[in-house]
């Protein structure tokens, strides 16, 4: 079995951006009847040309499923329109993981706002991981959009952990749209927060206080493994840990589309520690001209990369299962 950790759900029906866009308007459209209003096959036909094809003509064979991250919107400072955004996509990501069991498993968008909705968020973590079946969710480390609140670090996101801890999900650590025109949501927003993250984590003792707390850095940790060097040089510097040291509770995903990034990636990055990752159909579309492989055809760069068949194996599948516990009773639920 095949893996991808890093999916999104970008071909939604319109009824949902429909939905978003009357919140918008001051509207207070009820997440409970946007469900009549997208049918079974509405749903079906989102997926099963787009997300399902591109997947298992790739070789792939399962995916794990979040709403799209840039529409989570968590600068909008509405805490109650947050939360009935982010039930509204969860219910329907929830709806896809049903109809096609085989082919997804859930994760969840929190709906945190610039001034935290921690209450919200961690309720809607419990609805979704405990009524739903959720085996993961997205942590938008800048709701703001502008990088104006407090580091991952600080005490004020402990509760979440807490959270995380006590239902054994890791969080996928994951921006949503930029607020500011200097970061272009895609090309450098994403990126720019993966760095800061990690950034954050080695200068903190984060790990010592939730030993159980598992986070995916996704597109490939941005300059993570090109700048491990300078990583290492200011830990020693500084006095503070090494990086490998966060490598218990730290993993990079491979949403990195061409050959050279994922080579360095898992040159640098034990494979224990790395898993396989698409996000198909998201930042990135089309063939890259010179190979005329799809840019976010990251199987294929790990097919020719420097890989023995266990490593191999482990990013593609095992880390999955490891990293995400209830993704491997999920299925082993669905294969009894």
């Known amino acids: 079995m ?8 970008t071909t939604e029906p319109s009824a949902l951006l429909d939905f978003r866009k009357a919140q918008l308007n001051g509207e207070s459209p009820a997440s409970a009847d946007l469900w009549n209003r997208i049918s079974d096959d ?11 094809r591109v997947l298992t003509e790739r070789g792939g064979d399962l995916m794990i499923f979040s709403p799209r991250a840039s529409g989570m919107q968590h600068h909008q400072p509405d805490a109650r329109m947050a939360d009935e955004w982010a ?3 969860n219910d329907l990501i929830s709806r896809v993981s049903s109809l096609f069991p085989e082919h997804f498993a859930p994760a969840a968008q ?12 961690i309720a809607e973590l419990r609805r979704t991981v405990t009524e739903l079946g959720f085996v993961a969710a997205n942590l938008n480390p800048d709701p703001s959009g502008t990088w104006a609140g407090k580091p991952l670090t600080d005490e004020s996101w402990f509760p979440l952990y807490e959270a995380a801890e006590e239902l054994d999900v890791p969080f996928m650590v994951h921006v949503s749209t930029a607020d500011n025109p200097n970061f272009h949501t895609l090309g ?3 990126l720019n927060a993966d760095t800061s993250v990690f950034m954050q984590l080695l200068q903190s003792d984060l790990f010592q206080r939730f030993p159980g707390l598992r986070l995916v850095i996704p597109h490939g940790g941005g300059a993570v493994p090109y700048h491990w060097g300078r990583y290492r040089g200011l830990s020693v510097r500084n006095g503070w840990q090494d990086p490998s040291e966060l490598l218990a509770n730290v993993f990079f995903d491979t949403a ?5 990034g994922i080579d360095l990636l898992t040159e640098v990055v034990p494979a224990a520690n790395v898993l396989f990752a698409s996000e198909m159909l998201g930042a990135v579309r ?3 001209p010179e190979t005329g492989v799809e840019w976010d055809d990251t199987l294929v760069y790990l097919r020719s ?14 880390n999955a299962l490891r990293v995400y516990p209830r993704l491997a009773a999920r299925l082993e639920g669905t294969s009894a």
Request: net charge negative; proline share 5%; hydrophobic share 30%.
């Open 256 to 260: 990195v589309y061409h050959q050279p």
């Open 42 to 52: 509405q749903v079906r036909e989102s997926v099963v040309g787009n997300q399902i």
């Open 87 to 89: 039930r509204a996509s």
């Open 2 to 9: 095949i893996i991808d950790v890093h999916g999104h759900y």
């Open 286 to 288: 089309g063939a890259d």
């Open 305 to 318: 990369a420097d890989l023995d068949e266990d490593d191999f194996d482990r990013i593609t599948r095992a």
């Open 110 to 121: 929190l709906p945190q706002t610039p001034e935290g909705n921690l209450d919200g968020a």
């Open 188 to 190: 450098a927003h994403y």
